[in-house]
C-alpha cells in the first residue's frame, strides 16, 4: 500500500518510513527537502496520486505561539484538502497525551486547531496521543539547568 509519511524526515518520521518498508509498504518520504511543502502546498498533488493513507508527523520549524499555530492550521488544512482531491482513504496524525487539557500553551492550541481540523473533515482518520519522546530528555535537562544543577519538577518523568 502507498503510505506518504509527511514529515518523514524528521526524528520520528525517519523511523516510521523505515519501519512501514519492513512491512512491505511503499513509504514516501514528504518534507521540504524532498520536494513537498504543506504550508505553500509544492510537490503535494504529485505525492498524494495513488496514495492510500497519509500519516502527518510533521512539525513546525518555529514554536512561537503565532508560527506554530499557523503551521498546523495552514499545512492541516492544505493536507486534508488535497487529500480529498486525491482520494486518499485514511488520515493518521501523531499528537500528544493530554493535548486538550494543555490549552495555556501555544503549542498545544496548536496542537487542539491541528485535531478539530482532521476532525471536522471528510477523511477517515486516526489520531494517535504519544508521550513525549525519549530523545526529548536531553532538551528538557539542558532548559531545567541551574547553576550546574538539573531542577526538575516534582512530576513523573
Ligand atoms: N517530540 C515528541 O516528544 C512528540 C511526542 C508526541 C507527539 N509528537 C508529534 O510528532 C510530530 C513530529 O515530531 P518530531 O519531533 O519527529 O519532529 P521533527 O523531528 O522536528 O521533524 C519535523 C518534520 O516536519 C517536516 N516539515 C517541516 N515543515 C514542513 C512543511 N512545511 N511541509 C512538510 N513537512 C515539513 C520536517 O522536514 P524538514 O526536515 O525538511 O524541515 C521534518 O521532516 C509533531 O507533530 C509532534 O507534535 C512529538
Same mark, same amino acid.
Given at each position: 500500500m502507498k503510505i506518504v509519511v509527511i514529515g518523514g524526515t524528521g526524528l520520528i518520521g525517519s523511523k516510521l518510513v523505515n519501519k512501514l518498508r519492513e512491512h512491505g509498504h511503499e513509504a514516501v518520504a514528504a518534507a521540504p527537502n524532498t520536494?513537498? !511543502?504543506?504550508?505553500t502546498g509544492e510537490g503535494l *498533488? #504529485? =505525492?498524494? +496520486?495513488? *496514495? /492510500?493513507? =497519509?500519516?502527518?508527523? &510533521? !512539525? &513546525?520549524?518555529s514554536w512561537d505561539d503565532a508560527a506554530v499555530l499557523n503551521f498546523f492550521v495552514t499545512s492541516t488544512r492544505n493536507l486534508l484538502s488535497y487529500e480529498a482531491a486525491a482520494? =486518499?482513504?485514511h488520515h493518521v496524525a501523531l499528537s500528544v497525551v493530554g493535548t486538550q487539557l494543555l490549552a495555556e /500553551?501555544?503549542?498545544?492550541? *496548536? +496542537?487542539? *486547531?491541528? #485535531? +478539530?481540523l482532521i476532525k471536522e473533515s471528510s477523511i477517515p482518520y486516526s489520531i494517535v496521543h504519544a508521550t513525549q519522546f525519549f530523545e526529548f530528555l536531553k532538551g528538557l535537562a539542558d532548559i531545567s539547568m541551574v547553576g550546574d544543577k538539573v531542577h526538575l519538577p516534582p512530576v513523573l518523568f
Open positions: 520536494g513537498v !511543502n504543506t504550508l *498533488a #504529485e =505525492v498524494l +496520486k495513488g *496514495a /492510500s493513507v =497519509v500519516v502527518d508527523v &510533521s !512539525n &513546525s520549524p482520494g =486518499v482513504g /500553551s501555544g503549542y498545544f492550541r *496548536a +496542537k487542539i *486547531a491541528q #485535531e +478539530k
